[in-house]
Structure formats: structure tokens, C-alpha cells
């Protein structure tokens, strides 16, 4: 019985077909490809993990700085536990010089300074042009008049009006260029793009873009605003800020130890302030502000979330004087009020303004909020005509039998004095 099974079974092989090659950790000829030699399981695996770990080292700096800007958890301590061991290799070994070299080639920005829009003029270098003062403050003209700020009514821009007084700014000419300082996360980067080009056909304005990847008011620890906004202001003397952070502040605080949860009264407070801190420094300086607030997100939670920060953004820009808020929610809204990828255009073409991670935008979408950004500066030189001052009414005159009657009194208009 076992004999006639061993011949069925010997027998069922093919002839001219040989058995299969054992499996071997060595490696050995590939039967269906005879030219190419299978390797050893061992010297793969050893490959792929040198792969793996040169590729860690390379990232390891901008993975470190990716998980230091994510929100404070466990999943952030686990990952700088493993990460910041990795970056000190890869910045002993000179490794993360290669992306930095790499970005460079590709033209990619890693959160430097941009250099200004624009001709260079006078100033850039490090004076202060003439014309205007540092700090934005305006030199005195020839007639002795001081080109500098007044009080102008309030209102914003794409949305619910701002109440208080905001200070002016000289209208931009070609010999006293308008300086504009744009600060803010990727959005704002966003921004930047399509202010840049729309001030630099102008003519009339200087523009310097300070958008730092990954940034926002939450995380002072991560990277410092006031610090750079400051720094900004120093070297270029801005005369209007354009600021737009936010898409990475929906997160909680920590404030000596202490945690406040996103959207809580405490966190309200603390973020406000923060806020207020922004508008504040260049305010002290002599710059305008134009806020800009956060546009709809596809994810409905984090569009939320957004909706929280604008409304911190209005209310603090209500409260100060030299600040102008643009609501960028109504301006990239759809037709129920939320997200839209596409919008339709000055000629009613549809065009897509949102990237496809729906949190940014596009080239047209940072043009379509820079010429919002640009009607809200506007407002800033663009003074309505002041209402006539009615004239003092005369004194009575008694009724004196004889005398004329009184005629009608003319209206004298005041004598405007300065500008």
C-alpha cells in the first residue's frame, strides 16, 4: 500500500521538471529568472534598515519641529522622546543641512523672513526712508503740518461693523511709499502671495512677508510672535500690519502649569489677551492693523473652531483703536455658509480658491482676500468728507416797530486747518 503511493506520487511530477530549490538565507539563482539572483533574507532586511534610519536622521529636524508645534498630549512627549535624540545626530553629522539645501533648490520657504515685495527704496537696508518716520509715525511736511494720524469712523471689512475710532495713515505716493508688514501661520503665507502682487503693481507700497509655517498664538513656547512681530517692526517700520493667525490655535493653553481647554471662559481670556498683545505692539509703534480673520474649513469641527477664534479676532479688534477687522468667513463662504472649494469670480467663472487639504488656499483664493485686505488698508486714507459744521445761530432780535425784518443768515463754512 505505501509502496504504490510513492510511485503515484513520484510519478505525478512532469518530466524535465526539477524539484524546487530549498529555501535558503544565502540566496540563490530566481528559477523563473535565471539572469537575477534572489539575495539573502538577512542582507535585505539590513538594507532596508539603513534606508530607514538615514532617512530618520535627514527628517529628523522637521519631524522635531512638526511635533513641537502639535498640540501638548502623550502622543507629542512619545514623539520628542524619540525625535530629539535623532535631530542632535542628524545636526552632528551635518545631515540636516541637506534639506535646508534641498529647500533652497526647490524655493521652498522654511518660515525665514521673505524679503519685501517691490522695488527696494530707501530704508530696506536698515535707515528709515524719508518721508516716513520710523515706527510709521510721518515726517512733518513743508508746511509744517505733521502727515501723521487722525481719527476716522469705524466699520470692517466683509462682515459685522467695528465700532471705535481707528487711526489714519497717509495716503501711499510715489515719493513716500506705504510700508506693509504682513505676519502670520501658512494661511497668512497664503495671503501673502496675493498681497505681495497686488501692492507691487501699485507702485506705491513696500511689502515684507513674515509667515512662519506652523505657527500661531497658542504656543508661545514653540515659537514666539510678540518676540518676532517686534523684531519685524524694528528693522522694517512698518506703517500698516496685516496680521492672520489662528489655523493652529485650536488648542489649549498653558499658562504657568496650568492648562485651559480650547474654547473655555479661561482660555477666551488668556488667547484675547494674547491677541491684544499683537495689535498693541504695533499700535505702540504707530502702525495701523488689519486683522484678518480665519475663512471655513471643510472639516466641520475644525471649521467650528474657527468660528471661536473670529469671533476672539472681532471683539478685540472692537476694542482698539487702529484696527480694521476682514472677515474672511462671508468672503469664502458657499451658498449655505459654509466651506466651498470653488467660488465664482468678478465674471461670475467658477474658480478654485481652497487647496485640496481644504485649510488653505490657492493662488486666486489668496488673490481674491488680499483685494478684501486691500478695500480694509483703503479705509485707512480714504477719508469720507467731513459733514459741515452748522453755523452759530444768530442772536434773537427784538421786534422794534420800524426796524427790517431779518433776513435769512448764510451758511459760513469753518476754515479747515491742516490736513
Known amino acids: 500500500m505505501a509502496t504504490a503511493l510513492e510511485e503515484r506520487t513520484a510519478g505525478s511530477r512532469p518530466e524535465g521538471l526539477a524539484a524546487a530549490p530549498a529555501p535558503s538565507r544565502r540566496g540563490g539563482a530566481d528559477p523563473d529568472r535565471p539572469r537575477r539572483r534572489v539575495g539573502p533574507a538577512g542582507h535585505v532586511l539590513v538594507v532596508a534598515g539603513v534606508c530607514f534610519l538615514l532617512w530618520a536622521l535627514l527628517a529628523a529636524p522637521a519631524l522635531k519641529r512638526a511635533a513641537e ?6 502622543r507629542r512627549s512619545a514623539s520628542l522622546v524619540v525625535l530629539r535624540p535623532l535631530a542632535r545626530v542628524s545636526s552632528a553629522l551635518g545631515l ?4 535646508s539645501l534641498a529647500d533652497s533648490a526647490l524655493g521652498r520657504r522654511r518660515g525665514s523672513v521673505a524679503e519685501p ?44 461693523s467695528v465700532p471705535p475710532t481707528r487711526a489714519t495713515v497717509s495716503p501711499p505716493v510715489m515719493d513716500d511709499r506705504l510700508r506693509v508688514l504682513l505676519v502670520g501661520d501658512s494661511i497668512g503665507e497664503d495671503l501673502g502671495i496675493g498681497l505681495g502682487r497686488l501692492l507691487d503693481s501699485k507702485g506705491t507700497f513696500l511689502t515684507r512677508v513674515d ?49 485651559y481647554r480650547f474654547g473655555s471662559p479661561d482660555w477666551t481670556e488668556v488667547y484675547a489677551g494674547r491677541v491684544a498683545g499683537i495689535i498693541s505692539e504695533a499700535a505702540s509703534r504707530g502702525a495701523a492693523v488689519v486683522w484678518v480673520g480665519m475663512p471655513p474649513m471643510k472639516d466641520q469641527s ?19 483703536a487702529a ?24 465674471s461670475d467663472r467658477e474658480q478654485m480658491v481652497r487647496t485640496s487639504d481644504g485649510v488653505h488656499l490657492t493662488v486666486a ?41 431779518a433776513g435769512p443768515v448764510p451758511d459760513v463754512q469753518p476754515t479747515r486747518m491742516g490736513r
Not at 132 to 141: D, K, L, M, V
Not at 302 to 320: C, W
Open 302 to 320: 475644525f471649521s467650528g473652531q474657527m468660528r471661536t477664534l473670529n469671533e476672539v479676532f472681532r471683539l478685540e479688534a472692537a476694542r482698539h
Open 323 to 346: 484696527v480694521v477687522y476682514v472677515d474672511s468667513w462671508s468672503l469664502f463662504a458657499g451658498p449655505r455658509g459654509g466651506y466651498a472649494p470653488y467660488l465664482p469670480d468678478g
Open 69 to 74: 508645534a502639535s498640540p501638548l498630549g502623550l
Open 96 to 99: 540636516d543641512r541637506v534639506q
Open 211 to 259: 509667515a512662519r509655517l506652523s505657527t500661531g498664538l497658542a504656543r508661545p513656547d514653540y515659537f514666539d510672535w510678540p518676540k518676532q512681530e517686534d523684531a519685524d517692526i524694528r528693522s522694517f517700520h512698518p506703517d500698516v500690519v496685516v496680521a492672520m493667525f489662528g489655523g493652529n490655535d485650536n488648542q489649549g493653553l498653558v499658562v504657568a502649569r496650568e492648562g
Open 117 to 160: 515685495f517691490g522695488r527696494k527704496g530707501p530704508g530696506l537696508s536698515g535707515g528709515i526712508p524719508s518721508g516716513r518716520g520710523a515706527g510709521g509715525a510721518s515726517a512733518p511736511s513743508a508746511s509744517g503740518a505733521m502727515r501723521g494720524t487722525g481719527p476716522v469712523g469705524a466699520g470692517s471689512v466683509g462682515g459685522t
Open 365 to 405: 483664493g489668496g488673490i481674491r482676500l488680499a483685494a478684501a485686505v486691500f478695500d480694509a488698508m483703503r479705509t485707512l486714507w480714504d477719508r469720507p468728507p467731513a459733514p459741515p459744521t452748522p453755523s452759530p445761530s444768530p442772536a434773537p432780535i427784538s421786534s422794534v416797530p420800524g426796524a427790517p425784518a
